[in-house]
C-alpha cells in the first residue's frame, strides 16, 4: 500500500522542555496548531540510535483517559507512519495506566512507548494534558533523551505526517494504517496476569474468606485504576461491589483532583472513617500513585509504607521470595525510613533525584529492588515506573500476611510495630501550589546564597543546630552522569532534615515544596500525631526560608 506522507512546515513553541515527568501543559496550549506534533515528532526523532531508532520501531501507546486524548492518538498514527514506525500497540479507546505501559514495553520487548498523561493533574479542556517517552527497559526517558527532545523542539522547521484515515480505537484487534501496523489491545488484562506472578492471591483469598467482616474500599477517583481494581477485587478476589468507588475512568475526573493524598482524596478518607472500613486506597489519574489509610484514621506516609513494604517483602511477597531483594533506593526527599530497614537487612541503599527516571538504572543493574518517594510513589524492579495498584496489593499481602501470625492486626498496628523495632521517622510536606515564579526563584536564591556563605552551619534554630547544607546533586552510580541542583537540603545535627524543592510538574506558576523530617526513637512518641510532633521544626522551616514573606502565602495549599 503506498501512503501519502506530507511535509509540514512549523515553527518551534517555547517551553516544550520534559520536567520532572514529561511534558505538561494546559490541554489549550496543546491544541495551537503544530503544537502537539511538534513534540511528537521531536520523541521520534530522539528514540535513540542505540534502542533502534524510530524507523521499525514498536511503541506502546497508552494514557489515563483524560480530555484530548483522542487527538492526539490520531496525531501519533499519522506521525508514527510517517516516520516508519513498524508497530504501535495501544490500549483499548487509549486507556492504558501508566504502570501497565511499562509492563507492556517490557513483555512485549517494544522499542518504547508514549504516555499520554498528566498523572494527578486535573483534566478536562480547561486543565491538563501530558506526553511522556518511555525506554524499552520500559521507564522514563532519562535526562539525556529529554534533553534531546527539547533540543529538537527549539529548532524545530517541519514534520512529517501520513495521509491516513482516523484510526478506531474502540475495538479489539489488528489494524493497519498504510504500512503502520495497529494492534488495539485491552490494557487490564496483561497487568492482572503479571500481578498473578508476583503476588499470593490464594493466600489473600484466604485472608478475607477468614476476616468475613474485614472491609475493604478502593477509590479509582474516576481515573485509569478504576477498571484494574474493579477486575482485581470485585473479579479477582472476590469482594464486593461495595468494595470499589469512583471506578469509572472519566476524562475530566469528575472535575476531581486525581490526586491520592489526603485532601483531594478526602471522600475517601471520610467513608473509611465512618464507615467502618478496616482498609483504604486510593491511586492518581494515571495509576502510578498509591495512598494507603487504614480504619480509625491511620494513614500510612508513603515514605514509611516504602520501609514497611520492605521490610515484610521476601516474607510476604512470593515474588520478592523467589528473586530476592537486592538493594533499596529512596527519592531524595523521602524519608530516611527506608535507610533503617537497608541498615537492617545489611542492603545497599541509594538517594537519587525526584521522579522515577532515576531507579531506572540501579534496578537495570540489579541494585535496587524496591525503591519509593514521599509523593504516594512506591514500586519495585517488576517494572520501570512506580506502580499504585501493585503497592496497594504489597500491602494486602502484608495485611494476610501479619494476621496470620497476630489475628486482628490492624494498619495502625502494623505502623506502631514497625516503629518499635526502627523509631518513627515524622515527616511531612507543604506544598505551595501556583505561586508566583519570581518570589519562588528569589526564596531558592537567597538558600543558595547561605549555602555558600556557610553562616548557618553549626547555629541553632529553634533547638536544631546546623550540621549541613546542600544542594542536592546526583552521581548515577551506573552510567555516571551527574544532575544537579535537585533542591536544598538543611541536615540537623540530630538527622532531622529540611528541604525546598521547585516542583517539575506543574503547568502553571510555581510551585513550592517543603519537607520536614524529624527522627524519634522514644517509644512514648511513636504515636503521636505527625503535624504536632513536627510543628517545632516547620516553624524553623519558615523562619528559615521565609516562604511568607517571599511567596506572600501564609498556609500551604495541601499538606501531606
Ligand atoms: C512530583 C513528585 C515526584 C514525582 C512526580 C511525578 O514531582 O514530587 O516525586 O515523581 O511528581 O509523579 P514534582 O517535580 O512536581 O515535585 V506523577 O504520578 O505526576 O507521574
Ligand atoms: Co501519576
New binding site residues.
Partial sequence: MTTSIKTVSTQPFEGQKP????L?KRVKIFQQPHYTENFIQAILDSIPKSEGGAVGATLVVGGDGRYYLDEVLQVIVKLSAAAGVSKLIVGKDGIVS?PAVSHLIRQRKATGGILL?????PGGPDNDF?I?YNMSNGG?APENVTNQIYEITKTIKEYKTADVPKVDFSQLGTQRAGDLVIEVIDGVTDYIDMLKSIFDFDAIKDFFNSNKNYKVLFDGMNGVTGPYGYRLFVEELGLPESSVMRFKPLPDFGGAHP?PNLTYAHDLVERVNNEGYDFGAAS???G??NMIIGGNHAFVTPSDSVAIIAHYAKDAIPYFKKNGVHGLAR?M??SLALDLVAKKQGLEHFEVP???KFFGNLMDAKRCSICG?????TGSDHIR??DGVWAIMAWISIIAFVNKQSPGSSVHDILQKHYNIYGRNFFS?YDYEDVEGKGADDMVSRLSEKINSGEWIGKSFGGFQVKTMDNFSYNDPIDGSVSNGQGIRIIFEDTSRIVV??????SQGA?V?LYVEKYSSNPAEYANATQEALKPLIDVALELSQLESYTGRKEPTVIT
Fill in positions: 520536567g520532572t515527568s514529561g505538561r501508566t498523561t498528566a498523572s494527578h493533574n501530558g511522556k522514563p490526586d492518581d489519574g494515571d502510578d500513585r527519592s526527599p523521602t525526584t521522579g522515577w518517594e514521599e509523593s504516594f510513589g515506573e512506580k510536606r524543592r521547585l516542583s517539575g510538574t506543574g510551585t515544596r
